[in-house]
């Protein structure tokens, strides 16, 4: 079996329709899922909609066929998917994208199979591999439940069968809904029976006589010319730019790409660490208005001031724990502080003391000044604030 590139864009300038070409097996190397999604974003700005020609695709990797099958089915472009030949496996998955169309040719078949893998390890390694390879198989074929006429419990018995590749003719395929027309074929014989049963290698090889006389993509003598073009296109430059004025247009793109990329990460950096200085910040604050809350809650119990105090050594303590703390701590309790510190008298501010002063060294004084001479506190607060 010819393993050829999992895809190629062909684009010719001013055509109405962009075509890819899949064949061959799909591998995580080379031409894969990621480098398929750069390309086809760019036919995707260029053309409204877009062909996607599947001959002789055999299958191969889940993890790159599943995106690829996601960008086909959820583009903005209309897609057709067009099968000539044999689409296998991840194959057939994809054969399902298309969101407008979905052709196969005469002759053409599907290959639905169960997904397979092989693994090397214990038996934990073995089960959890297994659990793995089900759930992929689950996944497969709810495509198939979408695309076609059939629920999962059918399916699971006659298209996800055990160790059975289940080939299916156009016929079959237009009667179960998994695909919507047909179109010119490329094939001029019916794959035989007894080549059905000789398993995919067989039917690979059968179909391949057929494509790579249409199609060999490794001698066709226009491709170099096609691709050119198809980059020309993409990157917005005239047919007659130089090989010079197109590298320097790709590099020019991936340097904006790159650019872009760590300018977008860094905002976001800066936007996570500003609010872990602002969640920080009022975590700290929250801390110091609760350390005060407790200190202050502690003196009320133990009446070394009273309940209408409270808000104003709150204040006091959040400010200025330590000096408050000590402050409370001086104090005996059951007498209130008029009784305390002033027997009762009204007591002006001392000379030379200041509001600044009295917080740090007689809070206490201070909340009694507030609570007791109002007017002797106003004068004391304005002359702070000024400063």
């Known amino acids: 079996m010819k393993k050829q590139d999992f895809y190629k864009i062909v684009a010719e300038a001013g055509a109405k329709k962009g075509v890819i070409l899949m064949t061959g097996y799909i591998y995580p190397w080379e031409n894969n899922a990621a480098r398929f999604a750069a390309d086809f974003k760019h036919l995707e700005d260029s053309y409204d909609e877009i062909d996607i020609m599947i001959m002789n695709l055999y299958g191969g990797s889940v993890f790159e066929g599943v995106p ?22 991840m194959g057939s998955i994809i054969a399902l994208a298309g969101n407008n169309k979905r052709l196969i040719a005469p002759m053409s078949r599907l290959m639905i199979h169960r997904a397979k893998t092989g693994v090397y390890g214990d038996h934990e390694d073995l089960a ?4 793995m390879v089900k759930e992929i198989s689950d996944d497969l074929r709810d495509v198939y439940v979408a695309s076609s006429n059939k629920d999962a419990a059918w399916i699971d018995k006659n298209w ?4 059975k590749d289940v080939y299916l003719n156009v016929q079959k395929c237009l009667d179960f809904g998994l695909m919507t027309g047909t179109t010119d074929s490329v094939i001029t014989e019916d794959v035989p029976a007894a080549t059905l049963n000789k398993g995919m290698e067989a039917v690979a090889a059968f179909y391949d006589r057929f494509i790579t006389a249409h199609l060999d993509l490794n001698t066709n003598t226009n491709t170099d010319q096609n691709e050119m073009k198809g980059l020309l296109l993409k990157f917005g430059l005239p047919e007659n730019s130089t090989e010079q004025a197109l590298a320097e247009a790709i590099q020019k793109a991936q340097t904006d790409a790159v650019t872009a990329a760590v300018d977008a990460a860094n905002a976001e950096s ?7 200085k602002a969640e920080k910040q009022t975590a700290e604050e929250n801390a110091k208005k609760d350390k005060a809350e407790a200190l202050v809650s502690a003196a009320v119990d133990a009446k070394k001031i009273t309940p209408a105090q409270k808000e104003a050594y709150n204040k006091l303590a959040i400010a200025d724990y330590d000096s408050t703390k000590a402050a409370l701590d001086a104090m005996t309790g059951a007498a209130s502080i008029n009784a305390h510190l002033y027997n009762g008298e009204r007591k002006d501010p001392e000379e030379g003391k200041d509001f600044d002063w009295y917080q ?8 009694e000044m507030k609570e007791n001479n109002k007017e002797a506190y106003d004068k004391l607060y304005k002359a702070y604030i000024r400063k």
């Not at 996800?160 to 160790?163: A, C, I, Q, S």
């Open 160 to 163: 996800m069968v055990r160790g």
């Open 68 to 89: 690829t099958y996601n960008l086909i089915k959820n583009s903005k472009s209309k897609t057709n998917t067009v099968v000539q030949g044999l689409a296998a496996s």
């Open 128 to 131: 959890e591999q297994s659990q």
């Open 360 to 367: 740090k060294n007689d809070p206490e004084a201070l909340a």
């Open 270 to 276: 800066k936007k996570v660490i500003d609010q872990l």
